[in-house]
């Protein structure tokens, strides 16, 4: 089975990153050689994210998860990849999901397996890391309970979740379930300050 918790290796193995693992934790082939290394040092966010990494079995163990947001192009995307990256090489099992997808599978039963074998609602509520991109607030109030019921079962199980959106703060702690969870469990992790999409890009602050 390719979705049980698994313990976390000491060390990283890059070794283990090959295009198979990769795929099976559903990491766009655009965001396998990202890194944070290109990130300028004054933006703050790099610091989190690799205060973060540093420190990834602790808070692997406790279920602590981020929530990246800042405006489309930023970043986000990368910065959970990069995470799912170095939770990989250490042998945790990961997986990414955009949030429409998650919620159109849960809402229409589509009990089609995951990339990594798993049965889809198992797969996402067990794995060492979930990766919730492009996190959206819905009108329709059993959608938005289908999402919170995934996330609260990982934050029941304490497992952490990765949740990356273009919504602006307000937005997300409008929602009173997640603003329950996230004061509680998440580093809310802002990312502004380079826009990745301009040629080349551009960082207001340098
Ligand atoms: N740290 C990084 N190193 C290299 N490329 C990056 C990095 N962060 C983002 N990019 C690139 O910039 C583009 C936009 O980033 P993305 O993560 O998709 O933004 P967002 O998810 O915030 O809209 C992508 O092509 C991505 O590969
Ligand atoms: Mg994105």
């Given at each position: 089975m390719f979705y049980e918790r698994l313990p976390l290796s000491a060390e990283p193995n890059p070794d283990i990153l090959t295009p198979t693992v990769l795929r099976r934790a559903d990491i766009g082939?655009?965001?396998?050689?990202?890194?944070?290394?290109?990130?300028p040092d004054h933006l703050s966010y790099k610091d989190l994210v690799a205060g973060y990494i540093m420190k990834i079995h602790e808070y692997e163990r406790g279920g602590y998860g981020l929530l990246l947001a800042g405006p489309f192009g930023t970043g986000k995307t990368a910065l959970g990849s990069i995470i799912l990256k170095e939770a990989l090489m250490r042998r945790a099992r990961c997986f990414t999901v955009r949030c429409a997808v998650m919620v159109d599978r849960l809402w229409s039963k589509n009990r089609q397996e995951l990339p990594n074998g798993a049965p889809f609602e198992e797969g996402l509520t067990n794995v060492n890391f979930l990766f919730i991109d492009?996190?959206?607030v819905y009108d329709s109030k059993p959608k938005n309970n289908a999402v919170e019921q995934i996330i609260y079962a990982r934050y029941a199980r304490r497992l952490p979740t990765i949740?990356?959106?273009?919504?602006?703060?307000?937005?997300?702690?409008?929602?009173?379930?997640?603003?329950?969870?996230?004061?509680d469990?998440?580093?809310?992790?802002p990312v502004t300050g380079i826009n990745w999409r301009d040629n080349p890009p551009v960082s207001p602050n340098r």
């Open positions: 082939e655009s965001y396998w050689d990202d890194n944070l290394d290109a990130i492009d996190f959206e949740i990356a959106t273009n919504l602006k703060w307000e937005d997300v702690f409008d929602l009173p379930y997640l603003k329950s969870l996230l004061k469990r998440y580093w809310p992790c």
